[in-house]
């Protein structure tokens, strides 16, 4: 140990902190006014300024988490409340606008054919998995004046037929679907047939008019409405002629139909309970 005081090591260490208490000795006795010495002595502890801190800054955000838990607690609580009362107000205001535009729409199509009856307006809960025909349920039954066999549309035309109605519930069928048989006429032509789905055509959402007279005037555009019976009001807009051609039998024509609905884009429709001819009767003699 004696030997490393003679070393030069020792002697650089002890010139060192002479210098580093001469500059401390020196800034005391400015009054505390720093010098370039001391600026050097400031760049020499700045490390462990920052160290020291850091150290404390984290002491007290910790502390502060601790002692105030509670109060950021309730805080985040009226916070969530205020966010839950924001989105609340949103969600019925958009549900007021669609109301009032449903409302809207419903009645237009009451001025357009007044004599049909309506049922509430209805929306689609539910579509049927799996099924190549798109068929859906509406949140309306029975309670609201809805029966089986009832024709659903929107102001752009008829999408289907109620066929499974519960007291709350209905089921729409499309189209699309083979099941569903309606009446139709070319309104340029007058020519008439049957629209019927068809499953390869339902994968591109189309359906087929059959029946066609082998003399009929078809184009390409014709636009195709219902020609009434006592299940489908007439003049309800189906789509437009797509293609066209002869049957193999000769006997007749058909056509490939594009609906002027696609069910899948449907979120709200109206169901016609009543109107002249349902049935074979006339509801003005009710």
């Known amino acids: 140990m004696k030997d490393f005081f003679r070393t030069t090591k020792f002697k650089v260490l002890a010139a060192l902190m002479a210098v580093i208490v001469g500059i401390m000795i020196y ?13 050097v002595f400031s760049v020499i502890l ?11 800054d984290k002491v007290t955000s910790t502390l502060d988490m601790l002692f105030n838990a509670e109060k950021y607690y309730k805080e985040n609580i009226e916070l969530k409340e205020t966010l839950n009362e924001v989105y609340n107000d949103i969600i019925d205001y958009d549900k007021v606008t669609r109301e009032n535009e449903q ?39 029975s ?15 008829l999408v289907g037929i109620c066929y499974d109605v519960s007291r709350s519930t ?38 087929r008019m059959n029946y066609i007279s082998k ?19 007439a003049n309800q807009l189906l789509g437009t002629i797509e293609e066209f051609g002869m049957e193999d039998s000769g006997l007749s024509q058909y056509a490939v139909i594009k ?25 003005e003699n009710e």
């Open 170 to 207: 209905s089921k729409v069928r499309t189209l699309y679907s083979p099941k569903t048989a309606v009446g139709a006429t070319v309104v340029r032509s007058k020519a008439t047939g049957i629209i019927e789905g068809d499953y390869e055509l339902a994968e591109d959402g189309r359906c």
């Open 103 to 141: 409302l809207r729409v419903l009645l237009g199509l009451k001025e357009e054919f007044n004599d049909y009856v309506f049922s509430p307006p209805c929306t689609v809960i539910a579509r049927t998995t799996n099924d190549p025909y798109h068929s859906f349920t509406i949140d309306k039954g």
């Open 27 to 39: 800034t005391l006795t400015r009054g505390g006014y720093a010098s370039d010495s001391a600026s």
């Open 143 to 157: 309670d609201d004046g809805i029966a089986p066999y009832d024709p659903v549309i929107t102001s752009s035309g």
């Open 46 to 56: 700045e490390p462990f300024q920052k160290f020291s801190t850091s150290v404390s």
């Open 259 to 283: 609906p002027a609905i696609n069910p899948d884009d449907v979120s709200t429709v109206f169901v016609i309970t009543s109107f002249n001819g349902q049935g074979g009767n006339d509801t």
């Open 215 to 233: 003399t009929a005037d078809l184009k390409v555009g014709d636009i195709i409405v219902t020609s009434g019976s006592e299940t489908f009001p």
